[in-house]
């Protein structure tokens, strides 16, 4: 075998190529891992959570090991007004033990420590590299044209994680162009905070954490959500806004983080903070409707670059489908090594294993989500009126208390009628509850 030929080539150094690697390298298979980036990590951004009961099957106990902050024991969720905000805190004492239900981490971090193991394990890594084309012979993929010299390699299997615009896909052939609609935009801003301020301001103890998501009025109108993470001794803070929301009201999404952070729920949270650094990432949030082709001969599309990421209005899990996208697609090139056969009806077998898995399951079982972000009365009614309404409930000048129903119907005013909140009640039951 030559110095530019492997077993199997994988593009992209992220939670499921890595996986992919790691996994096919334990079984003793010529593995090179390639990487754009100065180092796995280096161009990856999200919000900060990990949910990791898949990553401990592939190594047992991670956390004590891996790069994580802090363990995630706290969800909040809030809705946000112009200068109020309504908050659901869920505090679970089950969360706070082994093998727990998540942690907070940093991709520079983690994406590093992660490819390191695969390294060890055997994997070759490659790291400032550009794979420009797939290599094809006949209905075959037989390789990639990387942006080097001497940069065709050649492999029995390629692995597409390139991220969520995949061009490895779009050159196999297996993706259609995308529209705006079909992603958003984020932004995040880590944040350096006091010593003692994060335990001070979310009240933890020890190695708890917490993730608040936020829905409401993300600047101008935007239609999106936000999110704050506790690291351990500084917050992960960022804007989620949808694409085609940002061009239709020409705002950038640099102001509606800025609108966020001055929010009179927020701004107290980042008081005395010192600004560490900044990332943004286009995020595939159109479910099953933006899934590509999976795989042909000699060819496998995994993680975000498959549009594998869990968007149930409540959820938004990338990295936990990605390192299980990733082991099915390593499961699929060990089983067409043991039958040495790699063609198209071999490769078909991953799309089979993740029907099976919690991944298409999940995406397919909440696909009546995605028609209920794209409402706008979620982010420019609701949220608002949920705080206007339990303003009015709970204010005490002398006039008395009304019934809940009443005040509703006086609140609603112009902005929808009960007929109106009625189905947007059934769409939400629909995307969440049946």
Excluded at 139 to 158: D, I, M, P
Excluded at 250 to 260: H, N, S
Excluded at 343 to 351: I, L, T
Excluded at 395 to 408: E, R, S
Aim: net charge neutral; with cysteine.
């Amino acid at each position: 075998m030559s110095s530019n030929t492997f077993d199997v080539i994988i593009v992209g150094a992220g939670p499921a190529g890595t996986t992919a690697a790691l996994i096919l390298a334990r079984k003793g298979l010529k593995v090179i891992l390639i990487e754009r980036g100065e180092f796995p990590g280096a161009k990856n951004m999200f919000g900060g959570a990990l949910f990791g009961r898949v990553l401990d099957e592939i190594i047992p106990e991670y956390w004590a090991k891996a790069p994580v902050e802090r363990f995630i024991n706290r969800k909040i969720i809030t809705l946000l007004a112009e200068d109020s905000a309504v908050s659901l805190d869920f505090n679970s004492a089950a969360f706070k033990q082994a093998p727990y239900n998540g942690f907070v981490v940093m991709r520079t971090r983690f994406d590093r420590w992660y490819a390191v193991e695969a390294v060890k394990a055997g994997a070759v890594l490659l790291t400032q590299t550009t794979v420009d084309d797939v290599i094809r012979e006949g209905n075959q993929v037989v390789g990639v044209v990387a942006r080097r010299a001497q940069g065709e390699l050649r492999a029995k299997v390629v692995i597409a994680a390139d991220g969520a615009l995949s061009f490895l896909a779009q050159k196999a052939g297996l993706r259609k162009d995308f529209t705006p609609e079909q992603f958003s935009l984020g932004v995040k801003e880590v944040i350096q905070l006091p010593p003692g301020a994060l335990e001070e301001r979310f009240g933890l103890t020890g190695d708890e954490g917490l993730s608040n998501e936020y829905l409401g009025r993300m600047g101008d109108g935007l239609h999106g959500g936000a999110f704050l993470y506790t690291n351990k001794d500084s917050l992960s803070i960022g804007v989620v806004a949808q694409a085609h929301s940002l061009k239709e009201k020409q705002v950038t999404i640099y102001d509606a983080l800025e609108k966020f952070k001055r929010h009179p729920a927020v701004a107290p949270l980042l008081e005395g903070g010192r600004f560490l650094e900044y990332s943004a990432h286009l995020i595939p949030e159109a479910g099953a409707n933006m899934i590509p082709r999976l795989y042909t001969g000699g060819m496998l599309v995994t993680g975000n670059a498959a549009g594998l990421v869990l968007v149930g209005g409540v959820f938004l899990e990338g990295v936990n489908c990605a390192i299980a996208s990733g082991r099915i697609a390593a499961e699929t090139v060990l089983q067409a090594f043991e039958k040495g056969i790699f063609d198209k009806r071999a490769m078909a077998e991953y799309e089979a294993r993740l029907k099976a898995s919690f991944v298409l399951r999940d995406i397919n079982r909440y696909k009546s989500a995605i028609p209920l972000l794209m409402n706008k009365r979620l982010y420019e009614v609701y949220p608002s009126f949920a705080c206007r309404t339990l303003e009015n409930w709970f204010t005490v000048d002398g006039t008395g208390h009304p019934k809940l129903a009443g005040m509703v119907k006086g609140l609603l005013g112009e902005d929808v009628g009960l007929w109106q909140l009625a189905g947007d009640g059934y769409q939400m039951g629909r995307a969440l509850l049946w």
